[in-house]
């Protein structure tokens, strides 16, 4: 039977808090989640079940949302793609973003750089492969790639 936990959804929503906006008149400014993607991050990082182990883990695997343009989808994605690289506790986390064409996924890529550079822990910890377009995280061996 699944059971919320909102200290695990909390968690995410504050890993967010914690980066900047990558983008237009907001570049630069403290992450602050809209209204709209409060509710789905918090349903889908809180609610728990329990593994066949006894642990509880996260009951959905896919996150979707549909939206239309100029909403901040390709920040969101970044945010939640550096969440998953260094603050989700997999042991060498591997990231892909994936889109229609390479155009669109670099934007998410660039968001994703451009929070790096502007977090001083981030930055600490992670290295950019720029021939690549790789993120790698030498403490973890995890990677994030287009």
């Not at 992450?31 to 593994?51: C, N």
Request: hydrophobic share 35%; charged share 25%.
């Amino acid at each position: 039977m699944p059971e919320y936990c909102e200290a695990s959804a909390q968690y995410v929503l504050d890993f967010i808090g914690c980066l900047v906006h990558a983008k237009n008149e907001w570049a630069g400014k403290p992450f602050t989640l809209l209204d709209w993607q409060i509710e789905p991050l918090q349903k889908f990082y809180g609610t728990m079940i329990e593994d066949e182990d006894g642990r509880l883990v996260r009951q959905y695997q896919y996150f979707y949302e549909e939206i239309p343009k100029k909403n901040g989808k390709s920040e969101l994605a970044s945010a939640l793609g550096l969440y998953h690289l260094v603050a989700d506790g997999e042991s060498t986390p591997e990231v892909y973003i994936c889109a229609a064409d390479r155009e669109n996924a670099d934007i998410i890529y660039k968001a994703c750089v451009y929070m790096i550079e502007h977090s001083a822990t981030l930055s600490r910890r992670l290295r950019l492969v720029e021939s690549q377009r790789k993120i790698h995280d030498d403490s973890t061996g995890g990677i994030l790639k287009v």
